[in-house]
């Protein structure tokens, strides 16, 4: 017999610990919200990893990234917020109620905020696992390029990213060795970065070329690579490795659930909004250009503010604006339209008029459309005119005795 399991109830529920997950789940709790952030491995993320972390604002002295996610952790307990180790085994996430479930318990929520981030794409090479993050792989120049000044560093890769950032390391590094898989001369980056690659005078190739295995007592110190078509093994004497062959989102558990480009990242809009209503997705496992802890915790900020904004629009919509005792006129607008702005004259006047049978709403829309989305209503000016709790008319076209009539 299956044990039954263990209901909660939260306004917000973040899944995913790292910075995004964090950000989000400190507006929320500073907005008191009743919020629950589940992080299956390590609060932090990756971001944890990082040895030292030199351009988040605010932390001059180049900290750790753990020293950096440990204080936004005790900011979030600080603000209330509730935090759950362990796996995200389902979710649905559509209608009014989202759910979460986990192996023990169930958790349903008003709105939930995806930040499951997002892992590198690794060669598989042997010895690998043995030296990843801060043991000699790293998978960031813009978080690790100052800790290898006048060092010897290899970059597997030849995609815009592997060059772009091998050139970024070139500033920091004494040399940078580059393991390219293809014929010499040519790489999967853009022509521009190619030319200007093959021209840096810090720059090596090795073509035709493939990762066989890292090696090192503690941390790594040579990486051995493999010609593709003779098989000779070449090592390579280094300070540190970096891998720039791709990147996958932690996306698999929304498969089929919420809408994924081909890469299956989430997509969102600027208010970190996904294409069910109520979800929000931030971070690495969004499809975004720039992915660094700053951004992340950009993301959650939008995130747990877009949520509160959610929650309290909902209720006044589903209370105030949809109520069923009268009918209703909803007048929706922008606050900053001169016409618009002198017509709430006109809805005071029909107010006036119709005061004990007819329930006025004004909505402007000029910090937050949410509410106009809600009602259908494609552009504003407009009057929505209600009935028992459901619309019945939508009227464009700003004339007091239409209005009227139509009432």
């Given at each position: 017999m299956a044990r039954?399991?263990?209901?909660?109830?939260?306004?917000?529920?973040?899944i995913g610990g790292g910075p995004a997950g964090l950000s989000a789940s400190i507006y929320a709790g500073r907005a008191?919200?009743?919020?629950?952030?589940?992080?299956?491995?390590l609060i932090g993320g990756l971001a944890t990893y990082?040895?030292?972390?030199?351009?988040y604002p605010g932390f001059p002295n180049d900290p750790k990234g753990e020293d950096i996610t440990n204080l936004m952790k005790e900011q979030a307990k600080k603000l209330g917020v509730n935090f759950k180790l362990t796996a995200v085994s389902k979710v649905e996430l559509e209608g009014e109620e989202k759910i979460v479930e986990t192996f023990r318990n169930k958790y349903?929520?008003?709105?939930?905020?995806?930040?499951?981030?997002?892992?590198?794409?690794?060669?598989?090479?042997?010895?690998?696992e043995n030296y990843l993050f801060d043991k000699g792989i790293s998978f960031c120049a813009t978080c690790d390029a100052a800790a290898n000044t006048d060092k010897h560093v290899v970059v597997i890769g030849s995609g815009?990213?592997?060059?772009?950032?091998?050139?970024?390391?070139?500033?920091?590094?004494?040399?940078?060795?580059?393991?390219?898989?293809?014929d010499e001369g040519i790489m999967d980056c853009n022509e521009i970065a190619r030319q200007a690659a093959l021209a840096n005078p810090k720059m090596e190739f090795v073509w035709n070329s493939v990762v066989k295995r890292f090696e090192g007592e503690g941390h790594l110190s040579t990486v051995v690579l493999k010609n593709v078509k003779t098989g000779e093994e070449i090592p390579v004497?280094?300070?540190?490795c970096f891998e720039f062959i791709g990147y996958l989102p932690n996306s698999e558990l929304f498969e089929g659930v919420i809408n994924m480009t081909p890469q299956k990242y989430i997509p969102v809009n600027e208010k970190k909004e996904t294409n069910i209503?109520?979800?929000?997705?931030?971070?690495?496992?969004?499809?975004?250009?720039?992915?660094?802890?700053?951004?992340?915790?950009?993301?959650?900020?939008i995130a747990g503010t877009a949520a509160e904004r959610y929650i309290a629009e909902k209720e006044i919509f589903d209370t105030c604006i949809m109520q069923k005792e009268k009918q209703g006129l909803i007048y929706v607008y922008n606050a900053v339209d001169m016409p618009s702005r002198e017509f709430l004259t006109h809805i005071e006047a029909i107010e006036n008029d119709n005061k004990g049978q007819l329930i006025v709403n004004r909505i402007d829309t000029y910090k937050s459309n949410g509410l106009a989305l809600k009602l259908g209503v494609e552009k504003v000016p407009a009057i929505v005119i209600t009935k028992e709790g459901k619309i019945v008319d939508k009227l464009y076209n700003l004339d007091k005795e239409q209005i009227i009539n139509a009432l």
């Open positions: 039954e399991k263990k209901v909660e109830h939260y306004d917000v529920i973040v008191r919200l009743n919020t629950l952030l589940i992080e299956k491995a990082t040895n030292e972390i030199s351009n349903i929520a008003k709105t939930v905020i995806i930040a499951t981030g997002g892992r590198p794409r690794t060669t598989g090479a042997e010895n690998e815009d990213a592997a060059i772009e950032e091998g050139m970024f390391l070139t500033k920091f590094a004494s040399k940078v060795t580059v393991s390219v898989m293809h004497d280094c300070d540190n209503e109520g979800v929000f997705a931030i971070g690495d496992v969004t499809d975004k250009w720039l992915k660094q802890v700053a951004t992340a915790v950009g993301d959650g900020a």
